[in-house]
Nanobody, 125 residues
Framework: QVQLVESGGGLVQAGSSLRLSCAASGRTFSSYAMGWFRQAPGKEREFVAAISWSGGSTVYADSVKGRFTISRGNAKNTVYLQMNSLKPEDTAVYYC??????????????????WGQGTQVTVSS
């Protein structure tokens, strides 16, 4: 069982940066691939980024590639999402999720076993 708690969201202006954190409970955190997803009002949840259990593999949605960076600190049971050059279209609730079923990275929400409650990111123009 893994419990996930996101933090670091907020209201920022376009062009700003934010770093989201996701703290995980459970001794097996390091065996999970981790992902970030987001959901804007009236839209479906979409994939943002994912990182393998070792941190050796990452994948990003095209919309955030080059602006966002996912990383993890297994000693701290935490995964991060550094978001730079934020745009109004990045406004959404951001969720972290844990995937126990792969040694690599996956992008489908249905593959993830555990989810956090989400943190709101609002980017004003």
């Amino acid at each position: 069982q893994v419990q996930l708690v996101e933090s670091g969201g907020g209201l920022v202006q376009a062009g700003s940066s934010l770093r989201l954190s996701c703290a995980a409970s459970g001794r097996t955190f390091s065996s999970y691939a981790m992902g970030w997803f987001r959901q804007a009002p009236g839209k479906e949840r979409e994939f943002v980024a994912a990182i393998s259990w070792s941190g050796g593999s990452t994948v990003y949605a095209d919309s955030v590639k080059g602006r966002f960076t996912i990383s993890r600190g297994n000693a701290k049971n935490t995964v991060y999402l550094q978001m730079n050059s934020l745009k109004p279209e990045d406004t959404a609730v951001y969720y972290c999720a844990a995937d126990h079923g792969t040694l690599g990275v996956r992008t489908r929400a249905g593959n993830y076993d555990y989810w956090g409650q989400g943190t709101q990111v609002t980017v004003s123009s």
